[in-house]
């Protein structure tokens, strides 16, 4: 079935350091894909998508590329702040006609400042 | 914009008593979702409903009823609740929108079974 494994956390790093979180899918065909985030004590909150290959969704700074080759959509930031940490799922919605999100098991991340 | 409201925010119960948790979405959202977040485990779908009139199991049914009140409302019940329902619990709404379907969040409850 479809599915989603994202790294194992936590990832800790230093204010001003360069993150990524690894991503893959299992999924036919072509899903859509997202990021969410969530802060201490908060729901989940969409933090950007992309709905075909080579999208390259965006927000806050965070980047994630489709990348359907590698069935990958890593997330990536050039210099995370303090106000970054937070738990980070990697999701997807199949194209099969579903409208269920399937997420990742999150990755907390902590940057030190 | 409330977006997905959910009640209580907190909660303590013993084994074996029942209590409903409540969502509400003022979105007019056509689908609503029940999900528990448990550590190292993301977040499983324990119900969710298509559409108002309408409700299916998730990945983690068991021990759980929900009610799709109207379109606004998605009630999940604890019958008889049991330690291993200690989680936090997420409602959430979507609906199919050009170039994907977002699903929008409630803050969750925290419920501890003792």
């Not at chain 2, 291993?84 to 929108?97: E, G, K, L, N, P």
Request: charged share 20%; aromatic share 12%.
């Amino acid at each position: 079935g479809d599915s989603v494994t994202q790294m194992e956390g936590p990832v800790t790093l230093s204010e001003e350091a360069f993150l990524t979180i690894n991503c893959t899918y299992t999924a036919t065909g072509y899903p859509s894909l997202f990021w969410y985030v969530q802060y201490p004590g908060e729901g989940l909150q969409l933090l950007l998508k992309a709905t075909k290959a080579d999208d390259k969704g965006s927000n806050k700074g965070f980047e994630a590329t489709y990348r359907k080759e590698t069935t990958s959509f890593h997330l990536e930031k050039g210099s995370v702040q303090v106000s970054d940490s937070a738990v980070y799922f990697c999701a997807l919605i199949p194209n099969t006609g579903g409208f269920k999100t399937i997420f990742g098991a999150g990755t907390r991340l902590f940057v030190k400042a | 914009n409330a977006g997905v409201t959910q009640t209580p925010k907190f909660q303590v119960l013993k084994t074996g008593q029942s209590m409903t948790l409540q969502c509400a979405q003022d979105m007019n959202h056509n689908s609503m979702y029940w999900y528990r977040q448990d550590p190292g485990m993301g977040l499983r779908l324990i119900y969710y409903s298509a559409s108002e009139g309408t409700t299916d199991k998730g990945e983690v049914p068991n021990g759980y009823n929900v009610s799709r009140l109207n379109k606004r409302e998605f009630s999940l019940r604890l019958e008889s609740a049991a330690p291993s329902q200690t989680s936090v619990y997420f409602c959430a709404s979507s609906d199919v929108i050009q170039g994907g379907t977002e699903a929008f969040f409630g803050q969750g409850t925290r419920l501890t079974v003792v």
